[in-house]
């Protein structure tokens, strides 16, 4: 059986003791961004479900640890030119443009997934370290 009752501290200790504030704000926004791109993408959207998928993604990876605001768009125009005769069509990276705002100790990282248009791709990055 195990211990579901864990000390975050040793947590911290055992497994985060050798990167420094600044690299594990960005670890954390960063994973909650791949994890985002890899679960929700291949999800039915359509124009009245469109707000609830948003909410559901910003909801989804607030529960991460150091998550401190999600911040989803899906572009509404992306998916009506790609909207099927089915009613629906498939979220892909190129509609979200999705803000992470992590946070450990006093520095937040803030990463960004958005469609650079002559990259033609669902670039992740970082957009800001805040110290």
Same mark, same amino acid.
């Given at each position: 059986? +195990?211990?579901?009752?864990?000390?975050?501290?040793?947590?911290?200790?055992?497994? +985060?003791?050798?990167? %420094?504030?600044?690299?594990?704000?960005?670890?954390?926004?960063?994973?909650?961004?791949? *994890?985002?791109?890899?679960?929700?993408?291949?999800? =039915?959207? /359509?124009? %009245?479900?469109? =707000?609830?998928?948003?909410? *559901?993604?910003?909801? %989804?990876?607030?529960?991460? =640890? *150091?998550?401190?605001?999600? /911040?989803?768009? &899906?572009?509404? *125009?992306?998916?009506?030119?790609?909207?099927?005769?089915?009613?629906?069509?498939?979220?892909?990276?190129?509609?979200?443009? $999705?803000? &992470?705002? %992590?946070? &450990?100790?006093? $520095?937040?990282?803030?990463?960004?997934?958005? +469609?650079?248009?002559?990259? /033609?791709? =669902?670039?992740?990055? &970082?957009?800001?370290?805040?110290?």
């Amino acid at each position: 059986m +195990f211990n579901l009752k864990v000390d975050k501290m040793d947590v911290e200790k055992k497994f +985060f003791s050798n990167i %420094s504030s600044r690299e594990r704000a960005i670890f954390e926004g960063a994973i909650s961004m791949g *994890a985002l791109f890899h679960q929700f993408i291949g999800t =039915p959207v /359509n124009e %009245s479900s469109l =707000p609830s998928l948003e909410t *559901a993604i910003e909801k %989804s990876l607030l529960l991460q =640890p *150091a998550i401190e605001k999600v /911040n989803v768009r &899906i572009d509404l *125009a992306k998916l009506k030119d790609e909207m099927s005769e089915f009613g629906y069509v498939s979220l892909s990276g190129d509609m979200l443009d $999705v803000k &992470i705002w %992590s946070k &450990i100790d006093d $520095v937040s990282a803030i990463i960004r997934m958005k +469609f650079i248009e002559e990259l /033609n791709y =669902p670039l992740m990055f &970082i957009e800001d370290i805040i110290q």
